[in-house]
Protein backbone atom coordinates (compact mmCIF):
# COMPACT_ATOMS: atom_id res chain seq x y z
CA UNK A 1 0.00 0.00 0.00
CA UNK A 2 1.32 3.83 -1.29
CA UNK A 3 -1.04 6.16 -0.30
CA UNK A 4 -0.07 10.00 -1.66
CA UNK A 5 -1.87 12.69 0.18
CA UNK A 6 -0.90 16.10 -1.54
CA UNK A 7 -1.83 19.05 0.35
CA UNK A 8 -1.30 17.58 3.48
CA UNK A 9 -1.00 20.88 5.05
CA UNK A 10 -2.47 24.09 3.97
CA UNK A 11 0.32 26.23 1.94
CA UNK A 12 0.08 28.36 4.98
CA UNK A 13 1.03 25.49 7.73
CA UNK A 14 3.54 23.88 5.12
CA UNK A 15 5.63 27.12 4.89
CA UNK A 16 5.21 27.89 8.80
CA UNK A 17 6.94 24.15 8.80
CA UNK A 18 9.66 25.27 5.87
CA UNK A 19 10.22 28.58 8.18
CA UNK A 20 10.63 26.54 11.45
CA UNK A 21 13.38 24.51 9.76
CA UNK A 22 15.34 27.30 9.07
CA UNK A 23 17.81 27.06 12.35
CA UNK A 24 17.50 23.97 12.82
CA UNK A 25 20.31 22.35 14.21
CA UNK A 26 21.52 19.12 12.22
CA UNK A 27 23.49 16.65 13.25
CA UNK A 28 26.02 14.99 10.26
CA UNK A 29 25.61 11.41 9.63
CA UNK A 30 28.22 9.42 7.18
CA UNK A 31 27.65 7.44 4.18
CA UNK A 32 26.40 4.28 5.71
CA UNK A 33 24.32 5.69 7.86
CA UNK A 34 22.49 8.03 6.51
CA UNK A 35 18.96 6.26 5.26
CA UNK A 36 18.33 4.03 8.94
CA UNK A 37 20.67 2.70 11.69
CA UNK A 38 23.49 0.24 9.97
CA UNK A 39 21.76 -2.95 10.98
CA UNK A 40 18.55 -2.09 9.29
CA UNK A 41 20.63 -1.86 5.36
CA UNK A 42 20.06 -4.52 2.97
CA UNK A 43 22.32 -5.24 -0.05
CA UNK A 44 23.37 -2.29 -2.27
CA UNK A 45 23.39 -3.02 -6.27
CA UNK A 46 25.55 -0.51 -8.86
CA UNK A 47 22.69 2.13 -8.72
CA UNK A 48 23.32 2.11 -4.95
CA UNK A 49 24.72 5.46 -4.10
CA UNK A 50 25.10 7.39 -0.73
CA UNK A 51 26.67 10.86 0.49
CA UNK A 52 26.30 12.90 4.02
CA UNK A 53 23.17 13.54 5.21
CA UNK A 54 21.60 15.47 7.86
CA UNK A 55 19.18 14.53 10.38
CA UNK A 56 17.45 15.48 13.84
CA UNK A 57 15.36 13.29 15.59
CA UNK A 58 12.22 14.42 17.29
CA UNK A 59 10.67 11.16 18.31
CA UNK A 60 13.02 8.08 19.53
CA UNK A 61 12.55 4.58 18.41
CA UNK A 62 10.41 4.00 21.64
CA UNK A 63 8.17 7.04 20.39
CA UNK A 64 9.84 9.76 23.43
CA UNK A 65 10.36 13.24 22.55
CA UNK A 66 14.08 13.75 22.24
CA UNK A 67 14.08 17.36 20.93
CA UNK A 68 12.22 19.64 23.04
CA UNK A 69 13.22 22.38 20.58
CA UNK A 70 10.33 21.10 18.86
CA UNK A 71 7.40 19.90 21.02
CA UNK A 72 4.56 22.65 19.02
CA UNK A 73 5.87 20.70 15.22
CA UNK A 74 5.79 17.02 16.71
CA UNK A 75 2.46 17.93 18.33
CA UNK A 76 1.03 19.56 15.44
CA UNK A 77 2.61 17.23 12.70
CA UNK A 78 1.17 14.27 14.91
CA UNK A 79 -2.65 15.83 15.13
CA UNK A 80 -2.56 16.55 11.53
CA UNK A 81 -1.19 12.98 10.61
CA UNK A 82 -3.70 11.66 12.70
CA UNK A 83 -6.42 12.91 10.98
CA UNK A 84 -5.45 11.66 7.75
CA UNK A 85 -4.63 8.61 8.86
CA UNK A 86 -5.67 5.84 11.69
CA UNK A 87 -2.65 6.19 14.06
CA UNK A 88 -2.29 3.83 17.53
CA UNK A 89 1.39 4.93 18.03
CA UNK A 90 3.63 7.00 17.02
CA UNK A 91 7.32 4.88 17.21
CA UNK A 92 9.62 7.23 15.35
CA UNK A 93 9.82 10.91 13.75
CA UNK A 94 12.97 12.49 12.53
CA UNK A 95 13.66 15.18 10.11
CA UNK A 96 16.32 14.20 7.26
CA UNK A 97 18.00 17.09 5.31
CA UNK A 98 20.07 16.06 2.10
CA UNK A 99 22.49 18.53 0.13
CA UNK A 100 23.06 18.98 -3.79
CA UNK A 101 25.42 16.09 -5.31
CA UNK A 102 27.02 16.76 -8.08
CA UNK A 103 27.51 13.33 -8.94
CA UNK A 104 23.74 12.05 -8.34
CA UNK A 105 21.65 10.99 -11.80
CA UNK A 106 18.30 9.92 -11.77
CA UNK A 107 18.57 5.70 -11.70
CA UNK A 108 20.65 6.35 -8.08
CA UNK A 109 19.08 5.76 -5.00
CA UNK A 110 20.37 5.99 -1.74
CA UNK A 111 20.66 2.06 0.17
CA UNK A 112 17.08 0.78 0.32
CA UNK A 113 15.99 0.00 3.57
CA UNK A 114 13.16 -1.02 5.85
CA UNK A 115 13.00 1.44 9.33
CA UNK A 116 12.72 -1.36 11.46
CA UNK A 117 13.56 -4.71 11.66
CA UNK A 118 11.40 -5.96 14.61
CA UNK A 119 8.65 -8.17 13.85
CA UNK A 120 5.90 -5.09 14.87
CA UNK A 121 3.65 -4.23 12.22
CA UNK A 122 3.89 -0.77 11.14
CA UNK A 123 3.50 1.93 8.58
CA UNK A 124 5.84 4.93 7.55
CA UNK A 125 4.78 8.93 6.61
CA UNK A 126 6.85 11.09 4.73
CA UNK A 127 6.33 14.49 4.97
CA UNK A 128 8.53 17.01 1.83
CA UNK A 129 9.07 19.71 3.50
CA UNK A 130 10.40 21.69 0.58
CA UNK A 131 9.98 21.05 -2.94
CA UNK A 132 12.62 19.17 -4.92
CA UNK A 133 14.65 16.51 -7.02
CA UNK A 134 15.49 13.47 -5.59
CA UNK A 135 12.76 11.01 -5.55
CA UNK A 136 10.98 8.47 -2.88
CA UNK A 137 12.03 4.89 -4.71
CA UNK A 138 9.80 1.95 -3.71
CA UNK A 139 11.20 -1.46 -4.07
CA UNK A 140 10.37 -5.15 -4.57
CA UNK A 141 13.43 -7.20 -3.76
CA UNK A 142 13.59 -10.55 -6.41
CA UNK A 143 16.68 -12.98 -7.00
CA UNK A 144 19.00 -10.41 -4.81
CA UNK A 145 18.30 -7.82 -6.90
CA UNK A 146 16.07 -4.03 -6.22
CA UNK A 147 13.15 -3.61 -8.75
CA UNK A 148 11.72 -0.25 -8.60
CA UNK A 149 7.97 -0.58 -7.87
CA UNK A 150 7.32 3.00 -7.51
CA UNK A 151 8.74 6.43 -7.25
CA UNK A 152 7.20 9.50 -5.66
CA UNK A 153 8.27 13.17 -6.39
CA UNK A 154 9.28 15.77 -3.51
CA UNK A 155 6.44 17.95 -3.26
CA UNK A 156 6.40 20.71 -0.53
CA UNK A 157 3.05 19.82 1.19
CA UNK A 158 2.98 16.17 0.04
CA UNK A 159 2.45 13.12 2.53
CA UNK A 160 3.36 9.30 1.30
CA UNK A 161 2.26 6.64 3.65
CA UNK A 162 3.31 3.00 3.00
CA UNK A 163 3.60 -0.19 4.99
CA UNK A 164 6.65 -0.37 7.19
CA UNK A 165 7.50 -3.63 5.33
CA UNK A 166 8.71 -1.82 2.19
CA UNK A 167 11.96 -1.66 0.86
CA UNK A 168 12.10 2.38 -0.19
CA UNK A 169 15.31 4.92 0.24
CA UNK A 170 15.32 8.35 -1.13
CA UNK A 171 18.15 10.14 -3.47
CA UNK A 172 20.19 13.15 -3.04
CA UNK A 173 18.71 16.21 -5.22
CA UNK A 174 21.16 17.16 -8.25
CA UNK A 175 19.39 20.37 -9.46
CA UNK A 176 18.08 21.84 -6.01
CA UNK A 177 19.91 22.59 -2.80
CA UNK A 178 18.25 20.42 -0.25
CA UNK A 179 15.78 17.92 0.22
CA UNK A 180 13.99 17.92 3.78
CA UNK A 181 11.78 15.25 4.39
CA UNK A 182 10.22 14.31 7.82
CA UNK A 183 9.90 10.35 8.41
CA UNK A 184 7.06 8.73 10.62
CA UNK A 185 6.98 5.49 12.06
CA UNK A 186 3.88 4.83 13.40
CA UNK A 187 1.47 1.47 14.48
Known sequence: MI????????????????????DCPWFLTYEEATVAPYKYLTMKD????????????LLDNNGN??????????????NKLEQNVKVNKFLRMKINLQTQCSFSKEDFYNTPHLDRLDELKYFNAIYYVNDSD???????????????TNKVSPKKGRL??????????????????????????FT
Not at 7 to 15: C, G, I, V
Open 160 to 185: VVFDGDKYHSGRHPKEALKRIIINFN
Open 134 to 148: GDTFFFKKENNKYLI
Open 65 to 78: VVSNQYSFLINFLK
Open 3 to 22: KIIDNFLSDTESSMVEKSLS
Open 46 to 57: ENTKEYIQFCHN
